[in-house]
């Protein structure tokens, strides 16, 4: 049995992913990132400040919050940093596979990237793709979540918006953020929704080629009647896709919606520890 303790454990993210463990039946220590509030301490998930008495003995240590730096000192365990920012310097995460051999250190990936890996498993002849990311706050997990919050309830009462949790005014608003260079032709724009993702993507295919629909792979499923929208996304345990193929074959619109923590976080972590 893996022996696992997940940091800031207390927050959305740390919640979701110690349920999501314990249900693979690891042992975790479910730890906050320093000294507990009141609230903290009488949750319905039992937390417990950091220390490195309790990492001893432990096979791997999950950040999803940022402790002091000194606890994770001298630790020979694998570190898995999944914090919304991680430590860039750090490899990341393999897109297919278990953790590599002799690497004691990797980051998370970004949800999209991801998605973006799932598209060959998908549709077969595949050549150009691009399109529009509809990204929610739930990336941004607690910090998101209540800053939506803030935001519309400022709105709501007439007031200026304060953007210092989400970094941007958000709420009621739609905010374009310009594509980065080298990641493709992918639009990002964030929403003011609280959970559910969705890309809708421009697919054309291979010279020569048409664009075939493969059967959906484990965690994915196809609806016929209608392209998902965020709340569908939101209640769904599986990434939704739809397809909207041109009569020749050769273009398409792929709609696909996703959880941002289920496919940046819960996924990738089980898969990289083996665990499903």
Not at 188 to 198: A, K, N, T, Y
């Amino acid at each position: 049995m893996l022996k696992l303790a997940v940091i800031g454990a207390q927050t959305l993210v740390g919640r979701e992913l110690v349920s999501a463990l314990e249900a693979c039946e690891a042992s975790v220590v479910p730890l906050s990132i320093g000294a507990l509030t009141v609230d903290e301490e009488v949750g319905d998930l039992v937390v417990f400040a950091p220390s490195q008495l309790l990492l001893e003995g432990l096979d791997a240590v999950i950040l999803v919050g940022t402790p002091d730096l000194a606890l994770l000192e001298g630790f020979p365990g694998r570190i898995l940093d999944l914090r919304a920012e991680p430590e860039a310097r750090i490899d990341p995460m393999p897109l297919a596979g278990v953790w590599p051999q002799g690497t004691k250190s990797l980051r998370g990936r970004p949800a999209l990237e991801q998605v973006l890996a799932l598209i060959p498993s998908l549709l077969e002849g595949v050549g150009e793709v691009g399109g529009t990311h509809l990204r929610s706050v739930a990336w941004l997990g607690d910090r998101g979540l209540d800053g939506l919050v803030e935001q519309t309830l400022a709105v709501l009462n007439g007031e200026d918006p304060d953007p210092a949790k989400l970094g941007y005014r958000q709420a009621f608003e739609l905010v374009p953020v310009a594509p980065v260079a080298g990641k493709g032709r992918l639009m990002e724009i964030r929403v003011p929704s609280f959970h559910g993702d969705l890309l809708v993507l421009q697919v054309r295919a291979q010279e020569g080629h048409t664009l075939v629909k493969k059967e959906a792979p484990a965690g994915v499923q196809w609806v016929d009647a209608a392209p998902p929208s965020s709340r569908d996304v939101a209640v769904s345990a599986d990434l939704l896709a739809h397809f909207d193929l041109a009569s020749d074959g050769k273009a398409a619109v792929l709609t696909l919606g996703f959880d941002p923590v289920l496919w940046g976080v819960l996924r990738p972590t089980l898969r990289l520890l083996g665990l499903m």
